[in-house]
Structures are given as structure tokens and as C-alpha cells.
């Protein structure tokens, strides 16, 4: 299946407890191409876990949608896949996250040891799904082992739609630069899309990312997390060069306006509103104030002064 073409250029990365459905909501508002459920467990999904069940409701500002599913039994990802294919656009199996509740059952960023068995996982994947199917990847294990570029071209071969790369290695964790040249070498070999993703701290960097690589997209993660308004600066700064900024109670108020309609727990909201004071000169104690807060209003009153 063919990857839809996106409004944006900007896509919000799947991050497990960030990207939950009013989040979403809040950076499609923004203009986020494209958002993920968060990291979601194939096991969970075929088990009818209520928890998991949470993670994949949908808001109706995402379309096209997206799931992201981890697992280590090709079986089961396939169960998994078939239940949610009827709810979701895109499905994208991560095989990317270090956590190790994720690799200790073989997956996450434990496959990028095994090209052949993601090979097969897609191979199996786009036979029996009506959906695209999309990958989430790093570069390699390590330095010495940078195979990215073989994943990419096995995928592609076995019916992947897109692949993500995260421009770091298994071992680099998220320190050490992204590495964009890699990127840029695996989007001139391949013809599906790609989507680069690391180190996007800027409507700047994106561009100039965007513009050096020739990757089709760009994924956004922990930059959105503190200033999710980032995707229309990003917007702005490619129509116009220039772009303004929103302060952080602004972007709580939009924010608790989605909480309050898909009914998110007030201490998610906090968490978000913590993550929004990044950056700001003496905000470490409003961050501690906010956590005891029992009203949005209280909230906004705290991140006025910043």
C-alpha cells in the first residue's frame, strides 16, 4: 500500500507517555503531519488489555492516523495488526526503542540485530494487511555495525510503505549526533519514503534538514514535547522565512481544551504543562508548584510568569 501524501512535512513522533490522544490532538491543531499512538504492545492488543485499549483511541483531528505496535513474535504482531487495521491509516512497527521492557521479548531495537526476520515480518505483514505498513528504525547497533541502509532496502523489497530512521545507533542511546549523511545515503537508495528523525531542535535545523537530506518527511520528537507549537513555526518558517512564537500558558490553554474533551487525567495535563516550562530562566520551581496544582487555572497562573 502506498503512503499517503501529507499535509506537512512535520511529522510528531510516537513517544510513550507524551503522545497520548489530547497531545495529539493539541500538535495535529498545530500542524503535525502526522501523529502516532503511542508505543503500543501487539501482546496487549491480543489480550484485550484495558490499558492498551486507552492507547488506542483516536482523536477526530487525526487523519490520516497512525498506530505504532512493538513485539517480539511475528504471530502475534500479525494478530495485533488485524485487529487494529480497521481503526487506523498507517501501522508502524518500531523497531527502534532501547527500553528494555521492549527488548527483553525481542523487540524494539533488539530486531535491527535481525535484518532477515524484519525481512519477514514485513513480507508476512503486507500479505495480509489492506493498510500501509511502516517501519521505525536506527542506524545499527553500533559504529561497526551500521546496517540501516540493508534494512532499508529488505523492507522496501518486502512491501514496506515508509521506513522512520532515527540517525543513531542502538549503543548511542539519544546522546552522540544524529547522523544525517547516513540518512540522506539510504534516501538516495531506496524509492519509498523517508523519514528522517534526530536532533530537530529548530524551524532552522528542519529546514535545513529537510533541504540536505531530500528525505520526504521529518520527525519531531522531544523538541515537540516542550514546545509542541513547533510545527506551525515550522510551517511558517518554510512559506515565509519567519515565524512567531506562543507562550507556554497559551499553549496549556489549547492544550487542556483537548484533555477536557477526551477526558485525560488531570496529572497527564500536569506532566504536559511541566514539559512546558523547558527552557525558561527559574523554571524549575514552577515545575515543582505545578505538580501540586489542583486546577488548571492553577496552572495557568504559574506559567503567566514565564
Known amino acids: 500500500m502506498k503512503f ?22 493539541l500538535v495535529r491543531k498545530y500542524g503535525a503531519g502526522l501523529t502516532y499512538t503511542e508505543l503500543i504492545s501487539s501482546a496487549g492488543i491480543v489480550r484485550n488489555n484495558v490499558r492498551t485499549k486507552t492507547l488506542l483511541r483516536k482523536a477526530d483531528e487525526e487523519n490520516p492516523s497512525a498506530v505504532q505496535l512493538f513485539g517480539g513474535n511475528i504471530n502475534e504482531l500479525l494478530k495485533a495488526t488485524t ?24 523487540a524494539g531495537c533488539s530486531l535491527i540485530k535481525e535484518p532477515i526476520k524484519i525481512e519477514k515480518l514485513v513480507n508476512i505483514l503486507t500479505q ?8 521505525k528504525i536506527r542506524t545499527g547497533e553500533d559504529e561497526k555495525h551500521i546496517n540501516a541502509l540493508q534494512i532499508a532496502k529488505l523492507a522496501e523489497k518486502a512491501g514496506a510503505s515508509a521506513i522512520t530512521i532515527h540517525g543513531r545507533t542502538i549503543k548511542q542511546g539519544y546522546k552522540s549526533k544524529a547522523n544525517w549523511d547516513l540518512i540522506k545515503q539510504i534516501k538516495e537508495n531506496v524509492n519509498i519514503p523517508i523519514i528522517g528523525n534526530g536532533d530537530i531542535t ?6 535545513e534538514r529537510l533541504e540536505t537530506s531530500g528525505v520526504d518527511y521529518i520527525m519531531i520528537g522531544r523538541a515537540a514535547m516542550s514546545n509542541p507549537f513547533i510545527f506551525k513555526q515550522i510551517e511558517d518558517y518554510l512559506r515565509n522565512n519567519t515565524y512567531e512564537t506562543k507562550k507556554p500558558y497559551e499553549i496549556f490553554e489549547d492544550y487542556y481544551k483537548f ?22 530562566y527559574r523554571s524549575s520551581k514552577i515545575r515543582q508548584d505545578i505538580l501540586l496544582c489542583k486546577k488548571p487555572e492553577e496552572i495557568l497562573k504559574l506559567l503567566s510568569i514565564l
Open 83 to 106: 485487529i487494529v487495521e480497521k481503526d487506523f491509516d498507517i501501522i508502524d512497527i518500531n523497531c527502534g526503542c532501547p527500553a528494555t521492557k521492549v527488548t527483553k521479548i525481542g
Open 259 to 280: 484533555a477536557e474533551k477526551y477526558e485525560v487525567p488531570f496529572s497527564i495535563a500536569k506532566v504536559h504543562a511541566v514539559h512546558f516550562t523547558k527552557g525558561f
Open 128 to 135: 495480509a494487511i489492506k493498510k500501509p505498513i511502516t517501519l
Open 4 to 25: 499517503p501524501k501529507l499535509k506537512s512535512k512535520a511529522i510528531m513522533a510516537p513517544m510513550a507517555g507524551v503522545t497520548e490522544i489530547a497531545f495529539r490532538a
Open 202 to 207: 529548530s524551524p532552522e535545523i528542519f529546514k
